[in-house]
């Protein structure tokens, strides 16, 4: 029944969204979709930290990835934005992929320190502006509205639309993955690895598959991003940004979609909402991690244990 | 030569800096396998409180030097009672939790410390005063080394051998070792853990809030978000000696800092900090356990 209740309630609370542009303002629609937006990063996040149990602190390289092939290749080479989409999504998965191959020979926190270094040389390989195409702490400016059969994608409106049936696909696909073999792979994985082995599960594989699912979800989010704002700069994709992804995953609930987009919004929608205590919201931010966790070790909406 | 012996000098000082902030991580990560993100944070907080002590008592003169001295104590005591309460309200509760809580939190009281420090200080560099130690400088090969430099490596290394003799000689510096190799036994054999942890708390923070003050003092500036650069670049440093082993820590601490020192006086300086970070991943993948560590056994 309760199993119902969330799969159903969370269809529904998906379709009232798409009516958010109704009753919202410019602003806050702007709002509703950057939420969209990182709901999906933070939920492929949680592919490769909730599920795979790999201790990545550096998720913003993935995210970036995908916004900066959207942004050169908008900019520079012309290409509408939709056709950058793919690109971004599998150069990321490319790069997520290569990344894995080091990353996944170390265990907890050696693997949480080495992905700290990656984010750390990307943002850096960026604001040095690699091959002359990433434009330095700059960035790439001026991307040009999507457009998909002759329409424009120019609104606030149709971007946020445009943003939470991405959402609503991830959620599938995350729903997906929890049914699927390679989710079950996962999960047993995590539990325990030696047993895994020994019933035919090849770790590294699964490993690497996971990384490269989680980029490519990571750069789809990416090119949202960089539509969404128009500008692609390297100061969106520092080591912190990683933190808060790492952060939303643990305080919403490991592997459980809700508490991701739960997560989430208490991470990027509360701040936006408590813009007028500016400079007490990231005190008060670290204030309330600190309580969910002790409160709430398993994070505020914890994945139901029967059915995992 | 010249070059070298200055960037020798200026490696050494760094170095010892981080060698003492981390420290800090190192015992706590070898006692309760936690990587307190919040620690550098503390480090840059002891550097406030001795900047506060500084300008609000401090006069010129010979005044000058006792009241660096005054600051450093405040710093110090200031930043371990911050230290023990951190692990009393954010950490205790976690121990028997899944590891990754302690890491938000740990993540969270970082956030919470780096913007108290903001709202209570300042959102803007803080400057040191001048004129507060003596400005000497010592020529050496055609190298100058200023007094502060030499007082930096000199107190650095002074703390760290009287660590190292707690940690190795004495009762507690055996309770200290026996905590981190197996709590339960160490537990059994009569030794207190919660003792242990709380006294963790209080030397780590007692040396990086030295560290933190030093930086305030050769730097003469200091800015809210320090305490994630320097955090972690001792957090690296740590985990170049072994981390969780604590002459390591030193060693780790000093060879980063003359890294450093080198790469910025002979390499490219707009990529410093990725030759750095390329040199961590490069020894996590060669010896994870560090220059020091030794090879831990998996669990299974």
Redesign the interface.
């Given at each position: 029944m309760q199993n119902l209740a969330t799969k159903y309630g969370g269809a529904l609370l998906w379709i009232v969204g798409l009516g958010l542009p109704l009753a919202l303002n410019d602003a806050w629609v702007a709002i509703a979709a950057m939420f969209a937006i990182y709901s999906v990063v933070a939920l492929s996040e949680d592919i490769i930290l909730g599920r795979g149990g790999m201790?990545d602190m550096g998720h913003a390289v993935y995210f970036g990835i995908g916004a900066y092939v959207t942004g050169i290749l908008n900019v520079n080479y012309g290409w509408p934005i939709f056709a950058t989409m793919p690109v971004a999504m599998l150069l990321a998965a490319a790069v997520g992929a290569l990344l894995a191959g080091?990353l996944i020979?170390?265990r907890g926190?050696?693997l949480?320190?080495?992905s700290?270094?990656?984010n750390?040389?990307f943002v850096?390989?960026m604001?040095?502006n690699l091959l002359g195409l990433t434009g330095g702490s700059d960035g790439v400016a001026g991307l040009d509205i999507p457009r998909l059969f002759g329409f424009q994608l120019a609104s606030q409106n149709s971007m946020f639309w445009l943003d939470w049936v991405v959402l609503g696909l991830v959620i599938l696909l995350m729903n997906n993955l929890d049914r699927s073999e390679f989710g079950r792979t996962l999960r047993y994985l995590k539990q325990d690895e030696?047993a895994a082995t020994m019933i035919g599960v090849d770790p590294r594989k699964a490993k690497t598959l996971a990384f490269a699912l989680g980029a490519a979800v990571a750069g789809l989010a990416g090119t949202l991003f960089a539509v969404q704002l128009s500008t692609v700069s390297p100061s969106s994709f520092v080591f912190?940004e990683s933190?808060t992804l790492?952060?939303i995953v643990?305080?919403g609930g490991?592997g459980s979609v809700p508490g991701v987009l739960l997560g989430t919004a208490l991470m990027f929608v509360l701040p936006e909402v408590f813009r007028g205590l500016a400079?007490?919201r990231?005190?008060v931010?670290?204030?309330?991690?600190?309580l969910v966790?002790?409160l709430r070790?398993?994070g505020l909406w914890p994945r139901r244990r029967a059915r995992a | 030569m010249g070059t070298f012996i200055q960037q020798m000098f200026n490696g050494l000082t760094v170095g010892g800096i981080y060698a003492l902030i981390a420290l800090g991580y190192t015992m706590v990560y070898g006692v309760m396998r936690l990587i307190n993100f919040a620690h550098g944070d503390l480090c840059i907080l002891g550097a406030f409180v001795g900047l506060t002590f500084i300008t609000s008592f401090g006069g010129g003169g010979h005044l000058g030097a006792a009241m660096v001295i005054f600051a450093f104590v405040a710093a110090v005591l200031v930043v371990a009672a911050a230290g023990v309460l951190l692990e009393l309200a954010a950490y205790r509760p976690l121990r028997k939790a899944d590891r990754l809580a302690a890491v938000v939190s740990a993540l969270g009281a970082s956030m919470l410390i780096e913007n108290g420090i903001m709202l209570v200080w300042s959102p803007q560099v803080s400057v040191f005063p001048s004129g507060l130690l003596p400005t000497t400088t010592y020529h050496i090969a055609g190298a100058s080394i200023s007094f502060v430099q030499v007082m930096i490596i000199a107190v650095s290394f002074v703390l760290m051998a009287a660590l190292y003799l707690f940690v190795n000689h004495t009762r507690f510096g055996t309770a200290i070792r026996a905590a981190a190799i197996d709590q339960d036994a160490a537990r059994l054999m009569g030794i207190n853990v919660n003792r242990v942890i709380a006294s963790v708390f209080v030397i780590g923070p007692a040396l990086g809030a030295v560290g933190g003050l030093f930086v305030g003092i050769y730097y003469r500036e200091v800015y809210f978000t320090m305490g994630w650069t320097y955090g972690l670049y001792a957090f690296i440093a740590a985990i170049l000696g072994g981390i969780g082993n604590i002459p390591g820590a030193m060693i780790g601490g000093i060879l980063l800092g003359l890294f450093n020192a080198f790469a910025a006086g002979y390499l490219s300086s707009s990529w410093q900090d990725a030759i750095t970070f390329a040199l961590l991943i490069g020894i996590l993948l060669v010896r994870p356990t560090g220059i020091l560590g030794e090879r831990v056994a998996e669990k299974v």
């Open positions: 201790f080091p020979r170390l926190d050696y949480l320190v080495a700290i270094g990656f750390a040389i850096l390989a604001q040095n030696l912190t933190v790492f952060a643990i305080v490991q400079q007490y990231y005190l931010f670290g204030f309330a991690m600190i966790m002790v070790p398993q | -």
